[in-house]
């Protein structure tokens, strides 16, 4: 069952304009997909799996942001949530249907990219207002009542950075910092970014060690061909220890964008000297569970 609060927007008063009935799973990846690219004022598009992105890229057209969000993770891609936060047009969804997809959400279509939808019988098609009076509360079930949490809405801008290394960034690198802690913030905890030309580069979510994290991230991005090499990492909580640090050295990571706060920051501020890389504390974690 859906049960909707009163409010007019969000993805439980998304009106259905394609495809089959919406199941579980799909209400929960498109709200996901929904937020992550909520969060970006610049044109964006996330491909979402098991509520992790594969793939988020930013683009001066839908098509360009898409085909840079899938050539994160293509294989990924294969039956996942694909959102925008523009209007989508033609070009983009003859893109979009290229690969199999469960449900695409945005906050319009032109008639165009709805003809293209519609070639695809079982393709799921979400128009999405954004939600007005929200709670900004959060609540999960536990056996024998709920948890209730403010929803993290933090926004990072230039000015919170602390920038912690003697070496200091480039515009180019702040750009890319930004970016990678706002993917962050919607990649299951430990969560990496690794991310490079506005767009994603390797995603490393939820492994029980934040090092491991790092590792698969490169380990994506090795796959499908993308450089490492001048890249920028984020973590969404800080570096308990500095293997983590000396590893994106190791991968040629060029800046760091993390809380701070470990009773370690030290060791990997020390690691980031030796190694030349930009570290940036934000004084925030995001660390979603």
Not at 60 to 80: I, K, Q
Not at 264 to 272: F, L, M, P, Q, R
Not at 276 to 285: K, L, Y
């Amino acid at each position: 069952a859906l049960y909707t609060t009163g409010n007019d927007g969000g993805i439980a008063n998304a009106e259905q304009l394609l495809g089959k009935e919406m199941s579980y799973n799909n209400y929960v990846d498109a709200e996901a997909a929904w937020n992550l690219v909520q969060d970006f004022d610049d044109l964006a598009v996330a491909i979402i799996k098991h509520t992790n992105p594969s793939g988020v890229g930013l683009g001066l057209t839908n098509l360009e942001a898409y085909e840079r969000a899938l050539a994160t993770d293509p294989v990924s891609a294969f039956g996942g949530i694909v959102a925008f936060n523009r209007t989508v047009d033609a070009d983009a969804a003859e893109a979009v249907i290229k690969v199999f997809t469960e449900v695409v959400v945005a906050p319009d279509f032109s008639p165009q990219a709805l003809d293209v939808f519609e070639t695809k019988k079982n393709l799921r098609v979400l128009r999405v207002h954004p939600e007005m009076g929200a709670t900004g509360l959060e609540v999960r079930q536990i056996t024998g009542g709920m948890l209730v949490q403010q929803t993290d809405s933090h926004r990072l801008t230039e000015d919170m950075l602390r920038i912690v290394t003697s070496r200091k960034p480039t515009d180019d690198e702040v750009h890319e910092m930004l970016f990678a802690w706002t993917v962050c913030k919607h990649v299951k905890s430990n969560a990496i970014v690794l991310a490079a030309g506005g767009r994603t580069i390797g995603v490393g979510a939820g492994q029980m060690n934040r090092v491991d994290s790092v590792r698969i991230a490169a380990m994506r991005a090795e796959r499908f061909s993308l450089p490492v090499e001048g890249s920028v990492l984020g973590s969404d909580a800080f570096f308990p220890f500095r293997d983590n640090v000396d590893e994106a050295a190791r991968m040629g990571v060029a800046a760091i964008i993390q809380p701070g706060g470990s009773v370690k920051d030290e060791e990997s501020i020390d690691a980031a000297n030796e190694h030349g890389i930009v570290m940036a504390f934000t004084g925030v974690r995001h660390f979603k569970h």
